[in-house]
């Protein structure tokens, strides 16, 4: 499941556009003074000015599974990296075969660079913006996650990752992309300082037809284009 196209809010736009343009280091492909738009690898990603109150989400971008070292090291010498607890900085997906970290951005969403050592991309030189290869997972925080899974497989024909299920998380799509749908309340990983809300969100995926969805009441529409589109 290809995340194409990612759109989101915030109310700290100026500050948002300033750490993804010049700390992450991804062109802006479009802005105006209500949005702007970055290309980050084979996702657009795009943050709009609201008036309500902070939204708060989670994304992960997928790195190649040949730069993690270096990729904590350009981490660390840009931003704090979240730790858990136990004041751990670096995370294994244990039956995901990944690695991660965490980090945030001045509207606290949770971003995450992830290498999934499954997918056989690898890159040369050091590591940088270059190296942010797509958006590959999204929050989707619900009151049902049993029920709001089943309606996922049903409408988008996608399973949940790795068979994980529970009622409380868990992550639908594939080692390309991820819904990652959690009980609202539901504290994010790492630190469980930010409980899941939900917020709109706005996401295109690739698929085999054009359709339109959106999973009222709850703030999220689900695009599906074709792979020609």
Do not use: C
Not at 3 to 30: C, M, N, S
Not at 134 to 155: F, K
């Amino acid at each position: 499941m290809q995340i194409t196209d990612l759109i989101l809010e915030t109310h700290k736009l100026t500050a948002q556009r300033e750490f993804y343009e010049h700390t992450l280091g991804l062109p802006v492909v479009e802005a105006n003074e209500q949005a702007f738009t970055m290309q980050a690898g084979l996702t657009r990603l795009t943050f709009q000015e609201t008036e309500q109150r902070e939204p708060l989400y989670h994304v992960a971008f997928t790195i190649p599974r040949n730069k993690v070292e270096q990729a904590k090291q350009w981490a660390e010498a840009r931003f704090p990296l979240i730790t858990d607890p136990a004041g751990h900085s670096e995370f294994t997906g244990g039956s995901w075969n990944s690695w991660s970290l965490y980090f945030r951005d001045p509207a606290d969403n949770i971003l995450e660079f992830i290498a999934h050592y499954d997918l056989p991309k690898e890159t040369t030189g050091d590591f940088g913006p270059t190296d942010i290869l797509h958006v590959s997972e999204i929050g989707l925080p619900v009151d049902d996650v049993l029920a709001q899974t089943s309606h996922l497989q049903e409408l988008l024909g996608i399973e949940p990752y790795k068979g994980e299920r529970t009622e409380t998380f868990t992550p639908m799509g594939d080692i390309y992309g991820l819904f990652i749908v959690v009980a609202r309340g539901r504290l994010w990983y790492p630190d469980a300082k930010s409980p899941g809300v939900p917020a709109p969100i706005q996401v295109t995926v690739q698929g085999t037809e054009e359709r339109h969805y959106t999973l009222a009441p709850l703030p999220y529409s689900v695009h599906i284009v074709t792979s020609n589109q």
